[in-house]
């Protein structure tokens, strides 16, 4: 398909699971061991770190890597602080970057773990909180033109409320809108490059979140105006959590030409909370290459494996493992995906369904050339419409033969 492997399956390793994730969670304390981290909050300690992260994806082979400001850098007890602490490790990141090749794929804010943004960063009801959050994306678009990110992702953390009582949506939502309008004009006055991505995520932290699923900010985007400045960053987690199928959020985003990149990941079918496992199954890699080929690839953007290195891999051995496991899951995915469309058969099945829109009355509807008084003279004329089959069992029998 005109491309090489390596160019469809752009993998990228995430900083925050893989190098600070620690195994803890709500019930347990830490359980990872990793030897180059002694645990504090030193630029020492996160320069190792860093040389550590570099080491990984140089001998897994990855070529990309994201991270968040405040993963890679301590933070500090004043802005200029925290700016100084990522400006030392920027250092050793671009001379890292340089000496291994490895590349930014997308650079991120935390804006949801100070308890400064425990109710919101942009969308938070004291105007202060909002002049803090722009400060720091300030500071983390510099950083990533700086890097060379190619994207650069707003996950909205905590942007959403538990309580719609006491919160007013509509202000809110204008300033987030003002926020990213706000951002996109520092991004054109910097002259970076990198595209701005929206990740979807419907509950979790916040009990409701803004940016629930694709379509929802598919709307917030259009609502505002920023439909050509922000497209998106799908997570198949986060898809599941709002209810949907694992690809659902990937093909509605591609459809609307606005799937930017993919975190790369799985929930459990019967878990309701964002598990980030690293995606395992050939049959969902299958699908969601499939939507990558026919858009035409990712890039700039990736395949971003936001996925937990798990409470119980205490052997590092482990890291390796997931990250391989996933990988050899999506260049599969990519070979039956490739299979599927030069086959072309299960492609002539969908097209086939829609046949009808090819001729007649179907082609006035689809020009938009039509009024309802025709179509009421065609149902007279014509009478009952004919039953179209194709039962969920046939398309996903079809995809069997080439899992
Ligand atoms: C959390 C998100 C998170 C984002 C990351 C990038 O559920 O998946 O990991 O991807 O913060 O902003
Ligand atoms: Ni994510
Ligand atoms: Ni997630
Ligand atoms: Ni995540």
New binding site residues.
Partial sequence: LGRTMEEWLRFSV?F??TFRGTGADPFGFPTLIRPWDDGSNSLENARRRLRASFEFFTKLGVKYW?F?DRDIAPEGGTLSESNKNLDEIVDLAEQLQKKTGVKLLWA?C?L?SHPRYMNGASTNPDAQVFAYAGAQVKKGLEVAQRLGAENF???G?REGFHSILNTNIRAELDHMATFFRLAVAYKKKLGFKGVFLI?P?PK?PAKHQYDYDAMTVIGFLRTYGLENEVKL?I?P??TTLAGHAYEHDIVVASAYNMLGSV?ANTGSPDLGW?T?QFPMDVRNATVVMQVILKQGGLQPGGLNF?CKVRRESTNLEDMFISHIGAMDTFARGLKNAARILEDGIIVRHVEDRYSSYKSGIGAKIEAGNTTLEELEEYVQTHGEPQRISGQQEHYENMLNFYL
């Fill in positions: 995430c925050w699971h994201t968040h991120t935390n949801f992702v707003f996950w953390g990740e995520k979790e960053n997570e987690n986060h975190d964002d980030d936001d």
